[in-house]
């Protein structure tokens, strides 16, 4: 059997061997390129997020070697009305790039070695075709189709390998670009292929003022377009898995939930999602699956405002970025805007197409963020999330002047971020300065309850033994008079399941003093 054309289905059938959610419906959108002037497709996504599963896909359906129909009978392809036009019609080549990058560091040979692999292997099954010494893999697949009328699809796997993992500049970097250039955008392209799927990390570098490829009709994190709901799980899927295996969904949602990709506004991690259903517990598996760069790196990067806007999200905040100046390169970030665009590419952000904006999705990668901030020299931040710790402790031992120290040092800390001049304020830095309570806590801000609302309303996850928190504020009033308002208007009515475990907290700022006080009752 050959190693990089007409593979078979054994990649495929070893998945559906094991837990499968369908996600069969995106070989459709692909038939319906094919052979059209948008058959060159480039579907980018963050790790463990089912790439190379998605190019297994693809290559047990289109591949003519094997027989996969009973691999797919069952799932949402076969209703489709291009299921039997395309099923196992074509001489598919298969390229992993990662399989290559570990044999060259940095070594132009690289590309070479690409190359005649995968000329010896189509020139193995066809080598009935008359073909020249000085032929390379274009000029072989050229002849292959003029001598038999086939069209090929290909598709790579990994395809930004190389440009992640080899110096920038390098002429390793520029053949291998040469290379991609001399496959796609040759005169020969349209009659060879009759679809080209790549899958990778980053959308296609930028080279001056165009795409190497421009040819290639892009989806990624950031413009997924009609590629979205099979980028990861939707909320109905998980759903049917937790009831399957009578895992909590609750616990689900709060650790893979939050990626906004396109019209999906509610996706969830698939690796992660899968790893809880085969341990039964949700836990951070991020930093089990080898991150290609530490996201320290990034957020460790000296731009104004970037620590700031860092410290938002891990609040649960959310940020303004431009992602249309980064050059689809890891290793070029000349700004903040670039540093929130590659994370978003990384997963460890969500982007918000409706807004321009992007926060941190879930809890999995909230924890793996803050890790990386621990690790930064931002000792500011590291401070604050301390003394977010501090403040938690101090409202639950019911310490008054603790609370209120702690917010005048959050405050302090602060000003940078916002205008320090009304209730609204005060509520922000309150948010920032709950960053340790995301811990424990779902965090309401305006929580709908009685006869208005509570500023913020902590509640418990499931089996946290944490009481709950009411916390009212107010502006150049007394605390007094913010515990007054959760009694008279009924705050606590929501909250009934922790009568006996519920802490009332009243904060008010004294605009002259510039001071805060604080008082704390317990329920």
């Known amino acids: 059997m050959a190693l990089y054309i007409n593979i078979g289905n054994n990649g495929f059938r070893t998945t559906r061997n094991s837990e499968y959610v369908d996600k069969s419906g995106l070989i459709g959108v692909v038939n319906r390129t094919l052979d ?18 998605a190019a297994e896909m693809l290559c047990a359906y289109y591949d ?52 005649d692999r995968i000329k010896r292997d189509v020139l193995s099954v066809y080598h009935d075709v008359e073909m020249l010494d000085t032929d390379d893999l274009m000029d072989c697949l050229v002849r292959i189709h003029n001598a038999t009328g086939e069209k090929f699809v290909l598709i790579i796997d990994e395809w930004d390998a190389i440009c992640r993992e080899f110096k920038p500049g390098s002429e390793a970097m520029d053949r291998y670009v040469t290379w991609l250039r001399r496959m796609f955008k040759s005169v020969n ?23 190497a490829l421009n040819n290639f ?29 009578s895992a909590n969904f609750d616990d689900m949602e709060r650790w893979y939930d939050g990626y906004i990709i396109g019209a ?23 930093g089990k699956t080898g991150a290609y760069d530490s996201v320290s790196t990034y957020i460790q990067c000296n731009y104004d405002g970037l620590k700031d806007d860092i410290l938002k999200m891990l609040a649960g905040g959310r940020v303004r970025v431009n992602t249309t100046k980064f050059q689809n390169d890891m290793s070029i970030i000349r700004s903040k805007d670039d540093a929130l665009t590659v994370l978003i590419h990384l997963g460890y952000l969500c982007y918000n197409y409706d807004d321009n904006t992007c926060s941190i999705p879930n809890f999995e990668v909230w924890e793996e963020m803050r890790n990386a901030v621990e690790i930064t020299d931002w000792t500011n931040v590291v401070e604050a999330i301390q003394n977010s710790e501090n403040l938690l402790d101090a409202i639950i031992d019911g310490d008054e002047k603790a609370v209120a120290r702690a917010i005048d040092i959050a405050h302090d800390e602060n000003t940078s971020i916002l205008s320090y001049n009304n ?18 806590y779902e965090i309401h801000r305006e929580f709908a309850t009685g006869k208005g609302f509570a500023d913020f309303v902590l509640i418990p996850y499931r089996n946290n033994d944490k009481p709950a928190i009411i916390l009212e504020l107010k502006y150049d009033k007394t605390a007094d008079s913010a515990i007054r308002q959760i009694h008279e208007k009924r705050y606590t009515g929501k909250l009934h399941n922790y009568a006996g475990n519920l802490i009332l907290v009243g904060i008010n700022y004294d605009k002259e003093a510039k001071t805060h006080d604080c008082k704390i009752e317990n329920m």
Not at 423 to 440: D, Q
Request: aromatic letters at 14%.
């Open 36 to 53: 059209t002037r948008f058959k060159f497709m480039c579907v980018s996504r963050c790790r463990r997020f089912g790439k190379s599963m």
């Open 64 to 115: 003519k070697s094997c027989d996969s129909r009973e691999l797919f009978a069952d799932l949402e392809i076969a209703k489709d009305p291009t299921f039997e036009t395309h099923l196992n019609k074509y001489s598919v080549i298969f390229i992993d790039m990662s399989n290559f990058t570990p044999r060259f560091k940095d070594t132009p040979k690289i590309v070479d070695f690409i190359e």
């Open 189 to 211: 392209a349209a009659d060879v292929f009759a679809g080209v799927y790549m899958t990778g990390i980053l959308p296609i570098k930028k080279y001056k003022t165009e795409s």
């Open 217 to 245: 009709r892009e989806y990624s994190m950031v413009v997924p377009g009609k590629m979205a709901r099979y980028f990861g799980f939707t909320k109905d899927e998980v759903k049917t898995l937790c009831e399957k295996y």
């Open 264 to 286: 999906e506004k509610s996706m969830f991690n698939p690796n992660s999602v899968m790893t809880a259903i085969d341990t039964g517990v949700c836990t951070n598996n991020w």
């Open 423 to 440: 209730e609204n304020s005060l509520a922000c830095v309150l948010f920032i300065t709950f960053i340790a309570a995301k811990n424990y």
